[in-house]
């Protein structure tokens, strides 16, 4: 999955459990220019903090990785 797609889908499941980016870098330990750079899809998610992410979001890995599910 290419970067801007899993920024997305990142950014859309924090706002669909109401988390502000600060919020969700706060939660997950990053830093928040680290989550905006995801979210834009400027910044390719390591596995360490797409587990972090969807840790606190209470998603799948693959729920987040994945736009068929």
């Known amino acids: 999955m290419d970067n801007k797609r899993l920024g997305r889908r990142v950014r859309a499941f924090r706002k669909l459990?109401?988390?502000?980016?600060?919020e969700l870098a706060d939660r997950t330990g990053i830093s928040l220019a680290v989550l905006g750079a995801v979210e834009r899809g400027n910044r390719r998610l390591e596995d360490?903090?797409?587990?972090?992410?969807a840790s606190v979001l209470e998603v799948s890995t693959q729920e987040l990785a994945d736009p068929t599910i």
């Open 48 to 53: 360490q903090i797409l587990n972090k992410i």
């Open 17 to 22: 459990k109401g988390y502000t980016q600060q």
